[in-house]
């Protein structure tokens, strides 16, 4: 096999594409670079003391985990002296974190999950890192609003999944390629280009255990794959569940399937629990890259305008025609209801 590496890869792209600027290939190259250590750290777990809650709570109310906190602040540290970054956002911090003065200013915006399934860290189950590259419109100083774009404004996104294998998958608006960490030699090895998600699907990801709050056309859905050969889908229907957004979205990219994480009336008032920002929009941005498609239930997660940083969004992606058909139930329903 002919070792590619990620920097090989970054730089081939932009002398195919011209999509991946100088600061942009060091943007990732440093997210890149944080992930491994990351991925240090929670191989470590309790030997290293990463385990745990760090009884603290984060804008959204949920307790962090030490790994949360420890992974906020490796993106932080990696990313703030590169001169690449005008700010970034994170799912652990309340507002936006700016370069400090003594670094020079980019012109990019970074948001991320520093750890995702933060669930899944004590009991030795896959998870994450997530993150979004924007630019930032040019004009002096920087500020939330600048933030707020749709996530079809996205230059590059991808995540990193800590599992058997530490991979990292990352894509510039021109396909989704897949590197998996070699830890022998310390580097980012591509291993798949050109990911597809096929079409069609056997295989759907929900939280079961909510179904009694969800909307009807989430449940008429679940309940037609349910019904299986005999139903209306004449096809059995098999269910994942890992409750790490990465490791679904991973095994999705990688065999296709739907993951959905509907609006239910537990927080009526919540539009979903994922946060378009640093999850649904990057996941999103890769999912219709290799073929998928992603919408909250009514309109397309990219085209979604954020009115605030921790914005939260009802989220169903994947093989393209379950996406289809899911957001069709919903928009019939919307239909049913006018009349
Ligand atoms: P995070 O750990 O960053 O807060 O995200 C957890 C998310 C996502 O990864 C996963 O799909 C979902 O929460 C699981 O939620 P439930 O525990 O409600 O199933
Ligand atoms: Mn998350
Ligand atoms: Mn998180």
């Avoid at 906190?69 to 970054?85: F, Q, R």
């Avoid at 915006?109 to 419109?137: E, H, R």
Wanted: proline residues 4%; charged residues 25%; hydrophobic residues 40%.
């Amino acid at each position: 096999m002919k070792i590619i590496s990620l920097t090989q890869y970054l730089v081939e792209q932009q002398r195919q594409h011209g999509n991946i600027p100088g600061q942009l290939r060091l943007l990732i190259e440093v997210v890149a670079r944080a992930c491994k250590r990351i991925s240090i750290s929670v191989n470590k777990g309790a030997l290293g003391g990463v385990l745990g809650s760090a009884q603290t709570e984060n804008v959204q109310g949920e307790v962090q985990k030490k790994l949360d906190i420890i992974s906020n602040e490796v993106l932080i540290e990696a990313n703030e002296w590169g001169g690449h970054l005008a700010a970034l956002a994170s799912e652990e911090m309340d507002t936006i974190h700016l370069v400090p003065n003594r670094y020079p200013q980019g012109e990019y915006l970074l948001m991320y999950d520093p750890l995702d399934g933060s669930s899944n860290i004590d009991v030795n189950v896959s998870i994450g890192t997530i993150f979004s590259v924007l630019k930032k419109a040019d004009h002096e100083g920087v500020s939330e609003r600048d933030f707020l774009q749709p996530g079809a404004q996205q230059v590059a996104a991808g995540y990193c999944v800590y599992g058997p294998q530490t991979m990292l998958v990352l894509t510039v608006g021109d396909g989704v390629a897949m590197f998996t960490l070699d830890r022998e030699q310390g580097s980012w090895t591509l291993t798949q280009e050109n990911v597809r998600i096929p079409e069609d699907t056997r295989e759907f990801a929900i939280n079961m255990s909510n179904m009694r709050h969800w909307d009807a056309p989430v449940k008429r859905y679940i309940d037609e794959c349910l019904a299986g050969a005999e139903g209306p889908r004449g096809k059995d229907f098999n269910m994942r569940w890992i409750a790490s957004m990465v490791a679904d979205v991973h095994r999705i990219l990688t065999r296709g399937g739907v993951f959905m994480y509907p609006w239910d009336k537990r927080e009526p008032q919540k539009p979903g629990k994922l946060r378009l920002m640093y999850e649904a929009n990057p996941m999103g941005f890769l999912v219709e890259q290799a073929g998928g498609a992603a919408t909250n239930g009514r309109e397309r997660i990219l085209d979604i305008v954020p009115s605030k940083l921790h914005e939260r969004v009802s989220v169903i992606l994947g093989s393209k025609n379950e996406v289809e058909r899911v957001t069709r139930y919903h928009l019939e329903a919307t239909e049913e209801a006018s009349k």
